[in-house]
């Protein structure tokens, strides 16, 4: 018996250690294990990994094109005699090896253009990937502060829970003693039910928000994580600070992935017309080759057929040329490839004034909502405050019988959602001044450009 009560002891001391030991979590430190196991990110990568191909093999298309071809044929029936040109019945078997090498002089810069254009888009899609970090980082940052939230959500029930705990005593003992009537105990009953109800929610929300966490990081085989984070406040200058939107904006403008990247698009879709406008011109090309070949027709004096290596070195021949290609008329469907890829550039620059529009729009919305939240801070500071001050007056006047158990639930609850609008709109504020200090270019994130 006593050994099974020390291997009790042992296994609760060690999970008592392993519960205090476990890991805390930063901000950044969720961010960076998110950017390196999430999924849809590595597919981004993929692709970014794909245009950059698809850059250096229109480099390489520069190169001379060299390809080899051998043969074995076998006649039978009337056939040409390769050596006296003369058609004859008979059976006969040959072999002929060549190497051939073309290179294009003129295309009316397809190559170069192409170059340009793959080039833009591969640049495009490493920006694209960049803009899906940030994406990122911001679900990863507003999953973590509604943990914070909620903590504090279960924080202020937690008070409350306390608060009735307290005046259901209090209402037993003033009860005993004939100072308050029976009902005064269901008032006061009702009031714990009713926060300790509260407070099961609030935990039910912070655990859903908890495992919103650990989705979004796509972290494995748990499903509970603690945090670490202080609640920052902003100082008096902090405070002062006047922001515009035009300045922000201006900020935005020069570094946002996702105008950079579509810009690059723009820029290839542009010299996509000049790849299509290429079609439409003569086209020039060198080429130049050798061959050789071997013959069972080909024959002494005596009637043998000539050894290979004979003929593989007597039938050995070269050539060379330039081509030149002229369209004439091809349904004129090299046109009308010019006609979309100017309409495809077309939509491409109006996709970067739309993208703009949306970031000068949203960026607003954000300077309009800092400047409302510098007030509203303030006066939720205050009405907190006030509440605490109005509940402490309550709870004095509900012990010495002034007012009655409703009287001191209103105030209670009025505290208790001063305290929960006041915990909203800190973290409100600190995510909005988060996310314009982001697009004023300062080191929000940890985050390198590639």
Same mark, same amino acid.
């Given at each position: 018996m006593n050994l099974k009560i020390k291997i009790t002891l042992f296994c609760f001391l060690v999970l008592s250690i392993k519960a205090t030991g476990q890991e805390q979590w930063t901000l950044d430190a969720c961010i960076a294990y998110a950017l390196e196991h999430n999924l849809l990110l590595k597919d981004f990568q993929y692709n970014s990994d794909a245009n950059r191909e698809d850059y250096r093999q229109s480099v390489r298309n520069l190169l001379p094109e060299v390809n080899g071809g051998a043969n074995y044929q076998v006649n039978s029936g009337r056939a040409e005699d390769p050596t006296t040109g003369t058609f004859g019945v008979q059976d006969f078997f040959s072999n002929n090896y060549s190497v051939q090498s073309n290179i294009d002089l003129f295309q009316g810069f397809q190559k170069i253009n192409s170059i340009k254009v793959s080039k833009f888009l591969f640049r495009a899609a490493k920006e694209e990937r960049l803009q899906q970090k940030y994406l990122l980082a911001f679900r990863v940052m507003q999953a973590f502060n509604n943990i914070r939230f909620f903590e504090g959500l279960v924080a202020i029930a937690t008070e409350q829970v306390s608060v009735s705990k307290t005046n259901f005593q209090l209402v037993e003992k003033q009860i005993e003693l004939g100072l308050m009537a029976g009902a005064d105990r269901y008032e006061a009953k009702s009031s714990l039910l009713s926060d300790e109800l509260n407070l099961t929610q609030s935990k039910n929300q912070l655990a859903a928000a908890k495992l919103a966490l650990i989705q979004e990081m796509n972290l494995e085989d748990t499903s509970e994580i603690e945090i670490i984070a202080n609640l920052?406040?902003?100082?008096?200058?902090? =405070?002062?600070?006047?922001?515009?939107?035009?300045?922000?904006?201006?900020?935005?403008?020069?570094?946002?992935?996702?105008?950079?990247?579509?810009?690059?698009?723009?820029?290839?879709?542009?010299?996509?017309?000049?790849?299509?406008?290429?079609?439409?011109?003569?086209? &020039?090309?060198?080429?130049?080759?050798?061959?050789?070949?071997?013959?069972?027709?080909?024959?002494?004096? &005596?009637?043998?057929? &000539?050894?290979?290596?004979?003929?593989?070195?007597?039938?050995?021949?070269?050539?060379?040329?330039?081509?030149?290609?002229?369209?004439?008329?091809?349904?004129?469907?090299?046109?009308?490839?010019?006609?979309?890829?100017?309409i495809e550039r077309l939509r491409q620059e109006n996709n970067l004034k739309v993208?703009?529009?949306?970031?000068?729009?949203?960026?607003?919305?954000?300077?309009?909502?800092?400047?409302?939240?510098?007030?509203?801070?303030?006066?939720?500071?205050?009405?907190?405050? =006030?509440?605490?001050? =109005?509940?402490?007056?309550?709870?004095?006047r509900y012990e010495k019988g002034m007012i009655n158990g409703i009287e001191l639930f209103t105030a209670k609850n009025l505290f208790a959602s001063a305290q929960n609008e006041n915990l909203q709109v800190r973290l409100r504020s600190e995510i909005n001044k988060s996310t314009l200090d982001f697009y004023r270019g300062l080191p929000v994130f940890n985050i390198k450009a590639p």
């Open positions: 920052e406040v902003m100082t008096d200058a902090e =405070a002062g600070t006047e922001m515009k939107s035009d300045t922000v904006y201006a900020k935005a403008r020069e570094f946002l992935p996702l105008i950079k990247a579509q810009e690059l698009r723009a820029q290839a879709a542009k010299k996509q017309v000049g790849v299509a406008r290429g079609r439409l011109y003569p086209s &020039l090309s060198l080429f130049a080759g050798m061959g050789t070949g071997y013959f069972e027709t080909f024959r002494d004096s &005596l009637g043998s057929t &000539l050894p290979f290596r004979e003929q593989f070195r007597d039938n050995f021949s070269r050539f060379y040329g330039l081509n030149l290609n002229i369209p004439i008329s091809n349904g004129w469907s090299a046109r009308s490839r010019v006609k979309q890829a100017k993208q703009e529009q949306v970031l000068f729009q949203t960026i607003q919305e954000l300077v309009q909502e800092y400047n409302a939240l510098l007030v509203e801070t303030g006066q939720s500071d205050q009405n907190v405050k =006030a509440q605490r001050m =109005a509940f402490a007056i309550a709870q004095k």
